[in-house]
């Protein structure tokens, strides 16, 4: 059935049905569909608008449509204008005329809506519950690797030293962050528009709150208006989806450079590594590649979503169709991105030797000796001096600072005494970095601990 009434003569234009028709995108809505209208077909042999047996034998009509999906008894007609009329079509064929009540006081526009926020409501949760796991990933490599020092970078320079765990819980951290947005919007994403029909509600004596209560809504939009023309929820879910996108990209950038020749800090197992047709030696971290820039995908289906909006002037326009492709591509982008950096995370190898390497010939030690002279009364302008002086001769003679002599360190100033080495150490420079939030082991434990509680 086109949907196509008394008023409009004979049958749309080729293309134009072609560019109206969403069914090849808003299928997988049909289960929401069908839910959806349960609920609603409820409420009306509840209230008296259909006779009792009316709602019935609709309700038991769409249950069995759905189990004949379900088993693949019928399939998804993709000359349908959408989901909502392929599944009254359906209706209409199994049930009769009967079934052409179902549409009594409720529009697509209302439905739509609904529809679609049931739908991303389960995914949401379905993104949160893989979100958990692959901070959990983080946690466990984090715990493995408290000890495991590495240079902190800053300007991509070596600055100061770190360990792997408090590197990684950076990253936890964010993902403890784009928790609480995925719960944050299906909170405020959770109020029916159904019963706003087409823009101005309805005469028919409806009973708005029992649908909310059927479909497990905690409130009901309370403007109908505003029921069919908002799509926040959309544009919500897309800014979370597209910031834990960008979280994930970072990480992948990280493990990218990580993962090459001249850092060799990890190495990404093979299940995540493709080869080069031409060059034997290469093993490249294409699934980190590819995280990467699937972030610029969500970033502009984002983008899509706020610019179709933007303009729209109330109630509902067609302008709105347009919501659905992004946002289910948002949805199942980051889906298979969490999946793939889960694993990924899982099965790194970490070369804590590499790291430690870096750590020395980054010199990253330097700002300790200017502690070291400042503590001995040294001014640090001039205690600056003298490392930067120190870490040139190490340069020179290709030592890392840990290797020159005490002669070379008593040459540039008489306040050095054996006890420098110690000062130097890259396991007591972290260690005393035991400020809240800092990398030293009992702190970055505390850290592990603290979002280990909030994602039980
Ligand atoms: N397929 C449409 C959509 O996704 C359903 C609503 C159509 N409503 C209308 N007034 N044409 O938005």
Redesign the pocket.
Known sequence: MKLRTGMLDGALDKEAENLNS?IKV?QRLVYDDIQASIAHVTMLGHVGILRENEAQAIIDGLINLKDKIINKEIEIDLKA??V?SFVENELIKDIGQLGKKMHTAR???DQ?TTDLKLYLRRESQNIKELLKEYIGVLLELSENNTETIMPGYTHLQAAQPVTFAHHLMAYAMMGLRDLSRLEDFRQRANELPLGGCALAGTTYPIDRDMVKEYLGFDGLMENSMDAVSDRDYVLELQGVISILGVHLSRLSEELIIWSSQPYSFVTIDDMYSTGSSIMPQKKNPDMAELIRSKAARLIGNMNQSFVMVKGLPLA?A?D??ED?ESIFDSVDTIKICLQVMTGQMKSLKVNKKKMLIACKEGYINATDIADYLVNKSIAFRDAHHIAAKLVKIAMEEEKTLEELSLDTYKKQSDKFEEDIYQAIDLKTIVGKRNSKGGPSKEEVKRQISYVREKIK
């Open positions: 969403s808003d204008e959408d909502h529009s697509r526009n739509v509902y067609k709105l169709q659905k």
